[in-house]
T-cell receptor, first 110, second 112 residues
Framework: RKEVEQDPGPFNVPEGATVAFNCTYSNSASQSFFWYRQDCRKEPKLLMSVYSSGNEDGRFTAQLNRASQYISLLIRDSKLSDSATYLCVVGTTRTYKYIFGTGTRLKVLA | GAVVSQHPSWVICKSGTSVKIECRSLDFQATTMFWYRQFPKQSLMLMATSNEGSKATYEQGVEKDKFLINHASLTLSTLTVTSAHPEDSSFYIC????????FGQGTRLTVV
C-alpha cells in the first residue's frame, strides 16, 4: 500500500461546479498535511495547509479526518484557472520529509 | 515570502556526461533541503535529503554514487547526475523548508 494515495482522475467538471478530492495516508504518526497545486511542467505550490479543525480559504475548504486517515479538498464555484493537478502531501515532524500523493488532475470546462 | 531558486531550468546533455543542478534558498537559511524526481504522469518521489555540513541521506533505490549531493552552505545544495543516461531524463525539483516547503522551479533533464 502506498503511503499516500489519491485518485489520479482526471476530474472533468463544468465551470461553477463543486468538486471534492480525497487523499488517504497510511502512517498514523503523520502530523503535517497539505494540499499543493501543480501546473503542467511547473513546480508545486502550496495551496493550503490542513488543520485538525479544518480550514477554509475562499472557495477552497480542506479537512482532516485522523481516525480514518484521510484529508479532503473541496473546491466550490470552479474556475477555468483551477485546472491543475492537486497534490496531497503528508509529513512527519520526526523526519521532516514530505510524501507526495500521485496527484489528482482537475480540468474545469467552459 | 521565502523563495527557492533552482538552476538550470532545463538541460540537454549527451549520454555519459555529468550534469550539476543548483538549489538556493534566497531569503532564509536551510540546513535541510530535499531533492525530488518526477517522471511523466507520476508523483514527486523523494530521492534524498541534503544536510548542510554532513552526508546526504538517500532513499531506498537511489544510487548515491550516481546522484551526488553537496550541501556546502546554508543556502546552497547541488545535485550532480553523474554519467547520465536516457533513463535519467526526468524533472528534478529541490525543496527547502522554513515553516512550509518551498520548491525550486525544477530542472527538466533530457539525456540523449
Amino acid at each position: 500500500r502506498k503511503e499516500v494515495e489519491q485518485d489520479p482522475g482526471p476530474f472533468n467538471v463544468p465551470e461553477g461546479a463543486t468538486v471534492a478530492f480525497n487523499c488517504t495516508y497510511s502512517n498514523s504518526a503523520s502530523q503535517s498535511f497539505f494540499w499543493y497545486r501543480q501546473d503542467c511542467r511547473k513546480e508545486p505550490k502550496l495551496l493550503m495547509s490542513v488543520y485538525s479543525s479544518g480550514n477554509e480559504d475562499g472557495r477552497f475548504t480542506a479537512q482532516l479526518n485522523r481516525a480514518s486517515q484521510y484529508i479532503s479538498l473541496l473546491i466550490r464555484d470552479s474556475k477555468l484557472s483551477d485546472s491543475a493537478t492537486y497534490l496531497c502531501v503528508v509529513g512527519t515532524t520526526r523526519t521532516y520529509k514530505y510524501i507526495f500523493g500521485t496527484g489528482t488532475r482537475l480540468k474545469v470546462l467552459a | 515570502g521565502a523563495v527557492v531558486s533552482q538552476h538550470p531550468s532545463w538541460v540537454i546533455c549527451k549520454s555519459g556526461t555529468s550534469v550539476k543542478i543548483e538549489c538556493r534558498s534566497l531569503d532564509f537559511q536551510a540546513t535541510t533541503m530535499f531533492w525530488y524526481r518526477q517522471f511523466p504522469k507520476q508523483s514527486l518521489m523523494l530521492m534524498a535529503t541534503s544536510n548542510e555540513g554532513s552526508k546526504a541521506t538517500y532513499e531506498q533505490g537511489v544510487e548515491k554514487d550516481k546522484f551526488l549531493i553537496n550541501h556546502a552552505s546554508l543556502t546552497l545544495s547541488t545535485l550532480t547526475v553523474t554519467s547520465a543516461h536516457p533513463e535519467d531524463s526526468s524533472f528534478y525539483i529541490c525543496s527547502a523548508r522554513s515553516n512550509e516547503a518551498f520548491f525550486g522551479q525544477g530542472t527538466r533533464l533530457t539525456v540523449v
